[in-house]
């Protein structure tokens, strides 16, 4: 689709960045229910995923690992999840367009790692 293509063009000429007010929804308070435990900035910079806010009171800095997300499960204006070894982190942005903009950011990010793995495969 159009917007995909956009994105991995921009990717490709490092000129792609995303940030997003959010509140952060996880399961550190119980196990299989999901509360809101804080709010911050959700920002992809070019290289990285980062979440930059509270989560229980505390001020935190959490980077995730973009190599071992392929997908992010999400209801479109709703939320959307990123999968991590230390949890279940939901987010919910303010402006609920951009779920899909992070959706669609991910999916690029898989895309071009597809092409380079196919292109590196190639070159042997």
């Known amino acids: ?3 995909k293509q956009y994105i991995m063009n921009k990717l490709k ?3 792609y960045t995303l940030k997003s007010k959010v509140e952060l ?3 550190t308070i119980k196990e299989f ?3 809101c435990v804080g709010k911050g900035v959700l920002e992809f910079d070019g290289n990285s995923l980062i979440y930059k ?4 009171d505390k001020e935190i800095v959490k980077e995730f690992n973009l190599h071992t997300i392929y997908q992010l499960p999400f209801a479109p204006a709703v939320r959307f999840n990123i999968p991590d070894e230390d949890g279940m982190f939901e ?10 903009e992070w959706v669609q950011l991910v999916d ?3 895309s071009l790692k597809l ?3 196919a292109n590196g495969s190639n070159n042997n």
């Open 33 to 35: 229910k999901l509360d």
């Open 25 to 27: 929804y996880s399961n």
């Open 91 to 100: 987010f919910v942005t303010e402006n609920k367009r951009e779920i899909i």
């Open 53 to 56: 806010g509270t989560m229980n």
């Open 13 to 15: 000429k490092g000129e």
């Open 1 to 3: 689709n159009y917007q």
């Open 115 to 117: 092409e380079e793995e």
């Open 108 to 110: 690029a990010l898989n």
